[in-house]
């Protein structure tokens, strides 16, 4: 099972999103709307792998963050709709910060591989890609927002951590 270090974002973002993700699923199309698990939210991996270790916490300071256009991953099973995150200095500080404080990450979550984004949509079919931008872009802009916590998922126990907190 997949592990991962996470930040998620304040109030105003996080509903942003999941407006995004009912609009898709409104439509009959895949959404992370669907999936009820309490740790269901919008969010940003940092690290992920299989054996991913955190050997400390590493430094962490509330950020502004900004969400871009929409991107699409290629996959098998259809396309992953995602959002990509504007990379300021201060969230590649983080992701650095994260990525010497970890082991075990996948290569495509390293420094110089990782592609900032929220998951919308998993197996997309490509041929509703169209709708499923078309609805996006109905909603008009997101807002800015800010990235408050920073968890650690443990996909074998399917528990979250608050990495902020005691």
Same mark, same amino acid.
């Given at each position: 099972m997949v592990h991962s270090v996470d930040v998620t974002f304040d109030d105003e973002l996080d509903a942003a999103v999941r407006t995004r993700w009912r609009a898709l699923a409104d439509l009959g199309l895949p959404s992370l709307a669907s999936h009820q698990g309490a740790s269901n939210r919008p969010h940003v991996t940092l690290a992920a792998g299989t054996t991913l270790d955190l050997a400390a916490r590493p430094d962490f300071a509330p950020i502004v963050v900004?969400?871009?256009?929409? &991107? =699409?991953?290629?996959?098998?099973?259809?396309? &992953? =709709?995602? =959002?990509? &995150? &504007?990379?300021?200095?201060?969230?590649l500080h983080l992701h650095r910060g994260v990525a010497d404080a970890v082991t075990g990450a996948f290569d495509h979550t390293e420094p110089r591989s990782w592609t900032p984004h929220v998951t919308l949509s998993r197996r997309l079919p490509w041929e509703r890609t169209g709708a499923a931008l078309e609805a996006l872009a109905s909603l008009g802009p997101l807002p800015d927002g800010r990235i408050l916590g920073l968890r650690f998922w443990n996909g074998d126990t399917r528990t979250v951590t608050d990495l902020l907190g005691p």
């Open positions: 900004r969400l871009g256009a929409p &991107v =699409l991953f290629a996959r098998r099973s259809g396309a &992953v =709709l995602a =959002l990509g &995150v &504007v990379p300021s200095t201060e969230l």
